[in-house]
């Protein structure tokens, strides 16, 4: 990164922030109103808080928390129809109440965003480079040059490589790390004394979230800005921010420095929420702690009643919750505020924060005694392989290239078990799965299901094998037809498969109470449910035809923490109560880490470490699973501020253009410490995938795989 | 109506030993959701009151549509004469009466092919993709390029002495391309979505996931279609029959019926084009009533239709 960077004002604001000088942006008592048809919705409801210099402010809630409308509010991009009151002051001067004139003044200057989505935050017709100097000149009186030269050095101080070629670049011609780091670029234009981040992270993939992150710090340090991060994930949080506001239906409930927070949380929410995240750095035996999930749902943000709102889903509810609602006051020391009237009891201890929640009871599955060479595969894969051609030309079609989205995998699957297939996206978890949901004979390679090769398969013969292989979607809106009652949904691979109405109705009952619903919900649409019970009635309509084997698609990475946990400890409670082997894709590892047995790391198109969850996650060796394994944040802001991270360079290379020997080799951080000889073998020999010498169930497709303690 | 058969037929419903009240399958739900909607029950028994007026009409009136009262021409309604009669002395009563008989059956029998030729030419082509969609695409593009009038005019010699059913086809057949078109891109996006996917993956042959899935989730569409259809075609064949293809004199329809009237409608003689427009207007109106009620039973996020 540029150390000589020419900013106006960088001289006495970076380094340590000045906190004597009174608060930058300073919120008090903030409520936003929308009217709607079935009455106001109250968005947000009183929310305060103070923001120093350099200091970053983490508001963390789940989605209609209020959180992204409280911020919006502050730069005044609430529509037309938003009622705000209360005072947000930017260095002492009132931003409420200023026209949309005064406001584009502050907009972009004083106070910079950064949005969810990269793509859609930068105009598709323009240059990156054309928008930067816009957002400088709009600002600043600077020549045609002087803006030039001023983005190409913001282009490289965001980690951009290559500037001079990038800035004549369109948006579309970047991917979604290097258009969130333009984004960044933008907000840091102008030296603004807020920037506003709004989910940077939430559309990027791991590897990617812990690049914009550091492109953000190295901002921040830069600039001395204050930042707000908006978001949902509770890791990023913990390395990342000062202070952290945890909003629950449009009020923040609890307030404070950023370890008071996690390590004495004084609401139920706040435990809850840290107690229903999957974590990466799980100890105990083999892992596996039980999530305590909230149950029930974010109350309607119409017409609240004069209650906590968090009173419904809160183990430890009592009278007076459902009386009032709780003020945010203090608990305990540092500027630590709380909204529950229990804030006593769970300062003093008479509450234990741990047995706030009641731990479910996951039930041990029998086969989990069976050792593991005992129990008979149901899904073996060989040399599974999937390229597509690369076509270009209208009329006469030629062949320019090859994708190579899956490059051959092996991977086995045996009863009872769960294997996790995790890589950033674009790597080829889900044309595997699709190739293995088609049962037919794959380009190369095989698929058993049961020892039965999914190629020798009539069409009768195939059918009957669906009824044992099943999958779940990530997303549980989209996989729900609708148009259809969620009773019918279920019922129809019953039907498929030749079961009478009744039958099919009288299993739809059943199904619908395994996965926590009501029978009579089977008359309802899918709109009537919130994600998670959709997520849940998926669930139901695999488990129909009592398979053997779930294919699980990200099934719970569109849910709220919150709901996510409960989706997950159902999975886990079906897995053992029915016997059944989970082939789990997912890209967050702390969720495979906490529900499989097994792990499959994939890069582009190949499996480059496989093996027991605990030996992967404790020791891993392939380079990239170490790089994974290191982006990932913790919820734990002491072990997060303590970790080293490896950065990995670059994007994920195009699987149309994969490089000769090892295909990691260009982002390896272990390639750039070998001598030339080293390199030499990676560059043109491609590793198999090997078993580590001295572990029991752990290979790796590295020449020079050594364990690494990452987590 | 050609609108989303429901798929499966209904779940049993109260079964003893379930705690469940109301158990159903979609088509019982759409029902009841349709139901709930005044104007939509409105629609639905206005067009059977329709139906009804057209068939049993005929008896409330010793004259029928082919006779002549030579003494009463140009009358205004009476008691004898309800309607009144035209220049010529035809009884406006018969004559509207019978035509709408001709004019329902043709209307609904037109929108149903072609709404329903549309639907299955179009998600056959966008689900089935390939050669079949390369040859639906080019038949939809040859019919649509083809002067349509031009065409009838050509065939019509070959069914001059044929039944006036014949005019069915004939109007369907070049009505249906352009519902065609939108149905397949439609389908084409409809497609893609998981829980097509997962139809798929269950095991769930085409066309019953075409039925099941695809056209309920383009039902919107359809059904708008079919009711601009059914007043399409009423006024497609009066023009038809104009040209002397079709329903000839003495035979009517409500077409030509309101083509003979129009001329007076703000004249002394308004009974001869009002009464027979009333009429088709009753016709599409209630047709559109159903149509919009269907639309919102079959809608989930539609709040008109769900239970409060």
């Not at chain 1, 045996?414 to 996790?420: D, K, P, Q």
């Not at chain 1, 480059?608 to 790089?627: C, K, L, M, N, W």
């Not at chain 2, 009563?93 to 019978?98: G, I, K, L, P």
């Amino acid at each position: 990164m540029s150390q000589n960077l020419l900013l106006p004002h960088s001289a006495g604001r970076s380094g340590e922030p000045a906190r004597t000088e009174g608060p930058l942006l300073s919120v008090r008592d903030l409520n936003v109103t929308f009217a709607s048809e079935a009455g106001d919705v109250r968005a947000v409801r009183g929310v305060s808080y103070d923001l120093h210099p350099g200091e970053v402010l983490g508001i963390v809630g789940e989605s209609g928390s209020g959180k992204s409308v409280s911020s919006m509010a502050i730069l005044g991009l609430l529509p037309d129809n938003a009622r705000v009151t209360g005072s947000i002051k930017l260095d002492g001067r009132e931003l409420l109440g200023l026209n949309d004139k005064q406001m584009s003044k502050i907009r972009g200057k004083d106070i910079a965003m950064v949005f969810q989505d990269p793509l859609s935050a930068l105009t598709p017709v323009f240059t990156v480079g054309d928008q930067i100097v816009e957002a400088l000149t709009v600002h600043q009186k600077l020549s045609r040059d002087a803006a030039r030269r001023r983005a190409l050095e913001l282009l490289d101080v965001v980690g951009i490589p290559d500037p001079e070629r990038r800035f004549k670049n369109f948006p579309h011609e970047f991917s979604g790390g290097m258009r969130q780091r333009v984004m960044i670029a933008m907000a840091i234009a102008n030296d603004p004394k807020v920037i506003l981040c709004d989910e940077p992270t939430t559309a990027l993939d791991v590897t990617i979230q812990a690049q914009i992150l550091e492109a953000l710090k190295n901002a921040q340090e830069l600039t001395g800005a204050a930042i707000l991060m908006i978001t949902h994930d509770l890791g990023v949080v913990a390395g990342f921010a000062d202070k952290v506001a945890v909003m629950y239906a449009g009020r923040p409930v609890e307030q404070g420095p950023v370890d008071e927070i996690y390590y004495s949380p004084r609401m139920p929410y706040t435990i809850g929420l840290l107690g229903s995240i999957p974590r990466l750095d799980a100890s105990g035996e083999h892992g596996r702690r039980p999530l305590t999930p909230i149950e029930g749902n974010p109350p309607s943000m119409v017409g609240l009643p004069d209650a906590c709102p968090f009173a419904d889903r809160c183990p430890i509810a009592t009278e007076i919750c459902r009386d009032s609602e709780p003020e945010l006051l203090a608990a305990g020391g540092n500027a630590h505020l709380s909204a529950c009237h229990r804030r006593a009891d769970l300062q003093s201890g008479t509450i234990p924060i741990d047995e706030v929640y009641p731990v479910p009871e996951i039930p041990e599955a029998e086969l989990d005694t069976v050792p593991r060479e005992q129990r008979a595969p149901v899904l073996a894969v060989k040399g599974l392989r999937k390229h597509f051609p690369l076509m270009r030309g209208a009329v006469f079609k030629r062949r320019v290239g090859t994708v190579k989205a899956v490059d051959g995998i092996d991977f086995e699957i045996r009863e009872g078990e769960t294997l996790g297939l995790v890589g950033e996206s674009g790597c080829g978890k889900t044309t595997t799965l699709l190739e293995i949901l088609e049962l037919v004979a794959p380009q190369a390679g095989s698929i058993a299901v049961f020892g039965r090769e999914a190629a020798n398969l009539s069409g009768r013969e195939r059918l009957e094998m669906r009824k044992d292989i099943q999958i779940v979607f990530q997303d549980p809106m989209a996989s729900l037809d609708p148009r259809m009652p969620v009773g019918e949904a279920i019922a129809e691979p019953l039907r498929t498969h030749g079961w009478s109405a009744d039958r099919a109705a009288a299993r739809v009952a059943e199904l619908l109470e395994l996965v926590g619903l009501e029978p009579y919900h089977a008359a309802r649409f899918p709109r009537e449910f919130s994600g998670g019970q959709r997520q849940r009635i998926c669930v139901a309509r695999a488990l129909a035809l009592n398979p053997k084997v779930v294919i699980l698609d990200e099934p719970v990475s569109a849910l709220d923490v919150s709901i996510q946990a409960g989706v997950i400890n159902l999975l886990d409670e079906l897995r053992a109560k029915l016997g059944l082997s989970y082939l789990f894709v997912a890209h967050d590892l702390s969720v495979v880490r906490h529900i499989a047995d097994r792990v499959a790391v994939m890069y582009l198109g190949r499996i480059v470490e496989i093996g027991d969850v605990a030996s992967v996650f404790r020791a891993p060796s392939h380079p990239y699973t170490q790089a994974l394994l290191s982006a990932i944040p913790l919820p734990d802001p002491r072990k997060e501020r303590e970790r080293e991270r490896i950065l990995l360079p670059g994007d994920l290379p195009s699987p149309a253009n994969v490089p000769s020997g090892c295909r990691f080799r260009d982002r390896c951080f272990k390639y750039a410490s070998l001598n030339a000889a080293e390199q030499a073998r990676c560059r043109d020999e491609d590793p198999v995938i090997v078993p580590r010498p001295d572990r029991e169930d752990h290979a790796a497709a590295c020449h020079y795989a050594d364990a690494l303690q990452v987590v | 109506m050609t609108a989303p058969t429901p798929a499966g037929t209904a779940v049993e419903t109260g079964r003893p030993e379930s705690a469940a009240p109301e158990r159903s399958g979609r088509a019982a739900l759409v029902w009841r959701r349709f139901r709930r909607n005044k104007t939509a029950m409105v629609g639905l028994v206005g067009l059977v009151l329709l139906f009804a007026f057209a068939f049993l009409g005929p008896l409330l009136t010793h004259w029928s549509a082919t006779d002549i009262d030579l003494v009463n021409t140009q009358s205004g309604p009476t008691g004898d004469h309800f309607f009144g009669t035209d220049d010529v002395g035809h009884d406006m009563f018969a004559q509207t009466v019978n035509g709408m008989q001709k004019s329902l059956i043709i209307g609904l029998l037109v929108a149903l092919l072609s709404t329903g030729s549309a639907g299955l030419l179009g998600t056959a082509a966008a689900y089935f993709g390939g050669w079949w969609e390369k040859v639906i695409v080019w038949l939809t593009d040859l019919f649509l390029v083809v002067p349509s009038l031009l065409m009838l005019i050509i065939l019509s010699p070959y069914f001059q002495g044929a039944n006036w059913l014949v005019l069915v086809p004939m109007i369907a057949l070049f009505s249906w391309m352009i519902t065609s078109r939108v149905v397949r891109g439609m389908t084409l996006t409809i497609r893609e979505r998981e829980f097509v996917r997962a139809a798929r993956y269950m095991g769930v042959p085409a066309w019953t996931i075409i039925r099941r899935h695809i056209v309920p989730n383009i039902s919107s569409i359809l059904i708008v279609d079919f009711t601009l259809n059914v007043g399409a075609a009423i006024v497609t064949e009066s023009f038809l029959s104009f040209l002397g293809f079709g329903i000839r004199s003495p035979n009517v329809s409500l077409g030509t019926v309101i083509n003979d009237g129009a001329q007076f409608a703000s004249t002394d003689q308004w009974y001869l084009f009002v009464f027979p427009a009333s009429v088709l207007v009753l016709i599409i109106l209630c047709v559109n009533f159903i149509g919009d009620g269907l639309r919102d039973a079959l809608d989930p996020n539609s709040t008109g239709a769900s239970a409060r």
